[in-house]
């Protein structure tokens, strides 16, 4: 294995993102494209917010991801009676001592699966926010850092309303990306049928692909990837069409600048490529900018979508030539 320190080439980096995919796709069978995005995200080090229905496999992606990439995974259920400190620890008394001594809550992880997030309260939302930025927990006055890598995976159903909490603009904008699953097609729901009766059991055994310390390794190599200055420049032009867009009230900030970037860099390793192209800025701007949009009135009334709006600036922005130059 590679220790934090060393460094990987880009295509080693790329073969092991391969495997961990691989290793993934045995029990989440045909949602090549979720799978991609989440790893994008996870090597680079950003947050994901995954929104579908119920029964599409959205515990069991985080679930596989862990174990692939050998990560400590924590799983919390979102509840509406639950407190910030169920999250993030409480100092408690020690008897021997006398005093107060911090316990870590379940966000001290490598990897934490925040189920249903928007069915707790604003307050709970919260307690997540300044670990998912800072990577770092403050309870009483004192920071705890976090494990190093440090991933959400937030989901919720996008359909289901009651009890809920919506998550305030300021938390959706902390997530790298949002993706949805979907259903699978005919084939591969057979394909899950089949393994299901042939396996015996509802539990798969996945074998880890990589650790930690190569995952940190794949993450500087996305680091490297070089960002040509007119594929730059495109990336802030979608993003300032966003703000001028007529059925948008509210468009997407500098970090969503830097989330398309850094989304585009981790497409461009798993490719094998040193060097992002417009494509690779093209196939992650939806995931990372719908869900920074705040849309008119008028486009709620006529079901105009962020997503649509976004896939509509990708026709209408002059796209830079696909060769680098250096």
């Given at each position: 294995?590679?220790?934090?320190?060393?460094?990987?080439?880009?295509?080693?980096?790329?073969?092991?993102?391969?495997?961990?995919l691989r290793e993934v796709g045995r029990a989440v069978i045909g949602k090549d494209k979720a799978l991609e995005l989440l790893l994008m995200a996870l090597l680079a080090d950003g947050h994901v917010l995954i929104e579908d229905f119920p029964g599409l496999a959205k515990t069991l992606m985080a679930r596989s991801f862990s174990v692939a990439?050998?990560?400590?995974?924590?799983?919390?259920?979102?509840?509406?009676?639950?407190?910030?400190?169920?999250?993030?620890?409480?100092?408690?008394?020690?008897?021997?001592?006398s005093d107060f001594l911090f316990r870590p809550g379940p966000i001290f992880t490598n990897l934490l699966l925040a189920d249903e997030i928007n069915r707790a309260p604003a307050k709970t939302q919260a307690a997540l926010l300044e670990a998912m930025q800072e990577r770092q927990v403050t309870v009483d006055g004192v920071s705890h850092p976090?494990?190093?890598?440090?991933?959400?995976?937030?989901?919720?159903?996008?359909?289901?309303?009651?009890?809920?909490?919506?998550?305030?603009?300021?938390?959706?904008?902390?997530?790298?990306?949002?993706?949805?699953?979907?259903?699978?097609?005919?084939?591969?729901?057979?394909?899950?049928?089949?393994?299901?009766?042939?396996?015996?059991?509802?539990?798969?055994?996945?074998?880890?692909?990589?650790?930690?310390?190569?995952?940190?390794?794949?993450?500087?190599?996305?680091?490297?990837?070089?960002?040509?200055?007119?594929?730059?420049?495109?990336?802030?032009?979608?993003?300032?069409?966003?703000?001028?867009?007529?059925?948008?009230?509210?468009?997407?900030?500098?970090?969503?600048?830097?989330?398309?970037?850094?989304?585009?860099?981790?497409?461009?390793?798993?490719?094998?490529?040193?060097?992002?192209?417009?494509?690779?800025?093209?196939?992650?701007?939806?995931?990372?900018?719908?869900?920074?949009?705040?849309?008119?009135?008028?486009?709620?009334?006529?079901?105009?979508?962020?997503?649509?709006?976004?896939?509509?600036?990708?026709?209408?922005?002059?796209?830079?030539?696909?060769?680098?130059?250096?």
């Open positions: 294995m590679v220790t934090a320190d060393e460094r990987i080439t880009v295509d080693e980096a790329a073969g092991a993102a391969e495997a961990v990439t050998g990560l400590d995974f924590a799983r919390v259920q979102f509840t509406p009676d639950q407190m910030p400190m169920d999250i993030t620890g409480a100092p408690v008394l020690d008897p021997s001592s976090v494990p190093r890598p440090f991933l959400v995976i937030a989901t919720q159903n996008p359909i289901e309303y009651e009890g809920t909490y919506p998550l305030p603009e300021a938390q959706l904008d902390r997530f790298l990306v949002r993706i949805g699953v979907g259903y699978p097609t005919s084939d591969a729901e057979w394909e899950i049928i089949r393994e299901r009766a042939d396996r015996g059991t509802d539990d798969i055994e996945l074998n880890p692909a990589i650790d930690g310390d190569r995952l940190r390794a794949m993450q500087d190599a996305v680091e490297r990837i070089h960002l040509e200055e007119d594929v730059g420049r495109y990336i802030v032009s979608l993003v300032a069409a966003t703000r001028a867009h007529e059925q948008v009230l509210v468009g997407a900030s500098p970090r969503g600048s830097l989330a398309i970037m850094k989304m585009a860099r981790a497409r461009a390793l798993l490719a094998g490529q040193d060097f992002v192209t417009p494509d690779d800025v093209k196939a992650v701007a939806e995931p990372a900018l719908s869900h920074r949009l705040i849309l008119r009135p008028e486009a709620w009334v006529r079901d105009v979508t962020a997503s649509e709006i976004v896939d509509g600036l990708l026709d209408t922005v002059p796209t830079p030539p696909t060769a680098p130059r250096r």
